[in-house]
Each structure stands twice: as structure tokens, then as C-alpha cells.
């Protein structure tokens, strides 16, 4: 199983401590480094500041909102990113939810999201390939556009730009309903999944047997401390805000994913408190069971023993969302 360093947004503005976690994962021989975007930072600009100062670590969008850009302008980044790090670039791709597409970029959210999602990807491949012009007789992501309100004279174009890598770069999803898990493995080189618990594999319907080299790369904070409760607070106070906040209250992929996980009332009372304004009883609402089989919190000789249940199941890649050196450092110890 290979390690990798999961950085997510930024809050208020840049954290200090990012670009040297980044440069302590490369040491470590960590083999990548992701970062995320929501209604903030983006996910490419500090991915490219942490391309500049690294040389070896693989590089991640987890993840990069699909409507945030049309499917030619995210191949564009990636194929950019790609050339400028010597071919380190992994592009992971999500659809968001209706709040956020909505709310945030102004655009209708897709009412086939699987169709959505495989038009998006299917236009970012044949970019990142460049084997003819860019062309898609598609429903959301038509190429070339021939709208009502088309000039009619759009023509499918083949990239100027030649691909580092003949067969494209890797694209993965994050994808959590069971559906769309089913098309992920059949569309994208791997899935990044939001929460991963090690002794439910069956809460997200994915395949027993999936195609050769397909990624499997959860998220997880870790966290190297002597206090398990009090490590598992800031993995609670993330939950309390997904699946309190991150969507609404009758949409809610977030929550409905941790109902499926066996914990449908708490998410339910969590929704409720939250958007009651109530986020600290929300926070503290979150069950410590669910917090902690997601995550991988507590001394060293607890994060060995938890660490071999994720090197059981069809996880490649975990990915850490550390907070420090000192639990970098440990994880690497324990995988070797």
C-alpha cells in the first residue's frame, strides 16, 4: 500500500505548514501529494507552488470540481502540470453537489449526474490523449458547441499542446454513490473516496474484482497522539461540517454515504443540528465509532494494529491528512 499526504483546501488563506509537509513526504518517500478545492483556493495553483519545490512525489487533484471548468480547460491544467513536473500528474475529478454547483458556480447541477460525469471524462481523456480533433455529440458537454445560440461556426479542435505521456495521465473520481462507484471503475484509472472504513466495504458497492492497476485511494486523517478521544476531535469537527453543511438538508450526498455506513440517525441528528446553527452540539454529535474506524488516531502501537486492516481490503493508495511531521514519520515507519 503506498502513502500519500492529502493537503485539502485552504481555509482563511495558505497554511505555513503545507509546502514543508510536502517536502517531508517526498523525504519519507511518501509517493504523492494532493490538494483539493471548494469555494476557496483552487486546487492547481498550490499544486504547481509544491511542483516547484519537489522533484519526485507524484502529484493530485483531490479534487478538482468538475464545474468549476469546462472539460477542455481542467485537460489543460493537467496537462500542463504534467509537462512542468516531468510527468508526475494524477488528475482526480468530482461532480460536488447541488449546493455548491448551484450556489458557488452558477450552474444548473446535472439531473443525470452519471451521464455528466462520463461526458466530462470522456472529453478530458481525448484531450489528454490527442489522437484527433476534441469532438462529443453529447448532452451536457457538446464539442463542438451547436446550441440554439451558436454562431455555427465552432470547430472541433486537436489540442496544441502533445501529451507527455501517449496513453494520458491517470484519472480517478471521487465518487460515493454505488452507482456512480460502478461507472468510476469502468471510466477512471481509480476512485478517491471521501470515507473509507476498512471493516465496510460493502457500504459502497464496489466490485470484488476491478481492472488491473485501478487505484483505490482513500482519504484519512492520521494523527500520533496519546489522547484517542481527544485525537478524534478534529476528524469529528470535519464530519460535523460535511454532513452537516456540505449540502442540503433533503440532499446530502455526504450524509446519506455515512447512513449507508450504518449510522443513519446520527447523520440525520447532525444535519438537523447543524443547520439549527448548532454546530458545536453537531460536532460533538458525531459518533467516536464512526470518527475512528474512517480514521487512524491514537499512539503508534494503535495506528500499527489499525493500519493492517487497510492493507487487507483493495486500498493502493491511503492518503494522509496529517497534521504533523512526527505522524508523517510514524505512518512511513509502520508501512515499510
Given at each position: ?20 509537509l ?33 522533484s ?27 509537462h ?5 500528474m ?54 463542438p ?34 452507482r ?38 482513500p ?10 478521544a ?8 470535519m ?26 440517525e ?27 474506524e ?11 494494529e ?11 493508495d491511503?492518503?494522509a ?16
Amino acid at each position: 500500500m503506498r502513502l500519500g499526504l492529502a493537503l485539502g483546501y485552504w481555509g482563511r488563506g495558505p497554511s505555513a505548514s503545507h509546502l514543508p509537509l510536502a517536502r517531508e513526504a517526498e523525504r519519507l518517500g511518501y509517493d504523492s501529494v494532493w490538494t483539493a478545492e471548494s469555494w476557496g483556493s483552487d486546487a492547481f495553483t498550490p499544486l504547481t507552488w509544491i511542483t516547484a519545490h519537489t522533484s519526485r512525489i507524484r502529484l493530485g487533484t483531490a479534487v478538482a470540481q468538475m464545474a468549476a471548468r469546462s472539460p477542455t480547460t481542467t485537460a489543460m491544467h493537467a496537462l500542463t502540470l504534467d509537462h512542468l513536473s516531468g510527468g508526475r500528474m494524477m488528475l482526480g475529478l468530482g461532480l460536488s453537489g447541488p449546493q455548491v454547483v448551484e450556489g458557488w458556480y452558477g450552474r444548473p447541477f446535472p439531473k443525470s449526474p452519471l451521464t455528466a460525469t462520463r461526458e466530462y471524462v470522456d472529453v478530458v481523456r481525448q484531450v489528454l490523449r490527442r489522437e484527433g480533433p476534441v469532438e462529443l455529440d453529447g448532452r451536457f458537454h457538446p464539442l463542438p458547441y451547436r446550441g440554439e445560440d451558436a454562431t455555427g461556426l465552432g470547430k472541433a479542435l486537436k489540442p496544441i499542446t502533445h501529451p507527455l505521456r501517449p496513453g494520458g495521465l491517470p484519472v480517478l473520481l471521487g465518487a460515493e454513490g454505488p452507482r456512480n462507484v460502478a461507472q468510476t471503475t469502468r471510466i477512471a484509472d481509480g476512485w478517491l473516496p471521501l470515507y473509507w472504513s476498512p471493516t465496510r466495504p460493502e457500504a459502497y458497492a464496489l466490485p470484488e474484482v476491478l481492472p488491473d492497476g485501478f487505484l483505490v485511494a482513500p482519504m484519512a486523517q492520521v494523527r500520533v497522539c496519546d489522547d484517542v478521544a481527544e485525537g478524534l476531535l478534529p476528524v469529528k469537527t470535519m464530519l460535523g461540517f460535511y454532513i452537516g453543511g456540505m449540502g442540503h438538508a433533503t440532499r446530502n450526498f455526504h450524509a446519506d454515504l455515512m447512513a449507508r455506513m450504518g449510522y443513519e440517525e446520527a447523520a440525520r441528528r447532525i444535519q438537523e443540528l447543524f443547520l439549527a446553527g448548532r454546530r458545536e452540539e453537531a460536532v460533538l454529535a458525531v459518533p467516536d465509532a464512526f470518527a475512528d474506524e474512517i480514521s487512524l488516531v491514537g499512539p503508534r502501537e494503535r495506528i500499527a494494529e489499525r493500519l493492517e486492516l487497510w492493507r487487507k481490503g483493495p486500498v493502493t493508495d491511503l492518503l494522509a491528512l496529517a497534521p504533523d511531521e512526527e505522524s508523517l514519520r510514524v505512518l512511513a515507519e509502520l508501512n515499510r
